[in-house]
């Protein structure tokens, strides 16, 4: 009975061990393939909040549109947003050409303003809480 015990204890004791290192095993981790393709364009925007520049590297037409809602929600704070066009060359003639648009539906705004942008405007936003009037203005 003794070595009947020592044997089932043995075997209990190797399971356990067993176990144990199969939890240690090196897994190999396999990293989803995609493509800037699959993903979206890398956009590297610029942009001025109140005077002040940022960048940040969005990537996909989704953030694109985030990225646009989260300035729209900064101008209705009271915040002056200007975002900047790199593909825009710059010009050394003094006269611009600016185009203004104002609008109460932010949806609107937003597209309006990445209609602009994509056309090569530099967009600068703002928001009257007062009138709830959006207005954008495009520069190039």
Known sequence: ???????????AL?????TMAAGCQKETMVEPQTTVAEVGA????????????????LVGEDAWNDFLYRMMALAERGYNIRILNENRTSQA???????TYTTTDKDAAVTWCNNM????YDVSLSYDPETGVYTCIAVK
């Open 1 to 11: 009975m003794v070595k009947k015990s020592k044997t089932i204890k043995a075997l």
């Open 14 to 18: 190797i399971a356990v061990l067993g």
């Open 42 to 57: 890398v956009r590297h925007v610029h942009y001025t909040v109140n005077g002040e520049l940022c960048q940040e590297r």
């Open 93 to 99: 003639s003094v006269s611009k050409e600016v185009v």
């Open 117 to 120: 942008h994509s056309l090569g």
